[in-house]
């Protein structure tokens, strides 16, 4: 069997720089450092935007790229043609991340290297990396702030002191007001806060005591550690 493959890639060219064995050890390697890329994405991915599409992505982009290394070889004109050939491809899909895009060049570099057979470099290299995206994401390195909520909800109109602001005073270290916005018929309004806790208190309360106030409605606490739309 295996003389039959060898002698198929003597006819196609390729023997010359990679043997079968070789073709069997770099893909598979590929694919385990795809799926092991796409998974420490899936454990670590924020926000709205997840896609399962993106995880395949991310294993066909690296097998993908082992196969163009070994097709390439040490073939200077075959680069410069395969080059050409995938100019033609147009690709319209916006990436919604940022953090994205270094997991798409991620699985490019861990490609490349089990493609040209640098076993340990594509090892380590994508061990090193995905091990301080895991650190990254555990610390949640870069976020302003550890504990903050923005608090939405809708109160009728009237003209005394607001009874709320004592409460979320109470419960917060601090509540910035980001969005207010009237009803229609002019009787209530929808406020929208920045608020972060304090240590010892659970933000179940403070939506509790908040509602237990008369003409206070629609109350809603959404976690904002990462970016959200409010």
Known sequence: MEQQIQDVMQASGIVGVYQAHDILINM???????????FVYRITHKGLSY???????????T??????MMVIGNN????????????????RTVVKDTKDTAFIFLALSAGMAAGTSSYFLATIGTTIVLVVAAILDTTNYGSLYKSEFILKMRVTNSSG???????????????????????GD???????????????????????????????SEVMLIASINDVDY
């Open 28 to 38: 598979g390697l590929a694919v385990i450092l795809g799926m092991f890329i796409s």
């Open 51 to 61: 896609s399962q599409s993106f995880m395949l992505t991310i294993v066909f982009i």
């Open 63 to 68: 097998i993908i790229v082992s196969m163009v």
């Open 76 to 91: 200077v004109a075959r680069a410069f043609a395969l080059v050409g050939a995938l100019s033609i491809i147009r690709f």
């Open 161 to 183: 002191e607001p009874v709320y602001s004592s409460v979320i005073n109470e419960f917060t270290k601090t509540a910035n007001i980001l969005h207010v916005e009237g009803a």
């Open 186 to 216: 002019g009787n209530s309004t929808l406020l929208t806060f920045d608020v972060i806790m304090k240590n010892e208190l659970e933000p179940k309360d403070l939506v509790q005591s908040i509602q237990n106030i008369d003409g206070v």
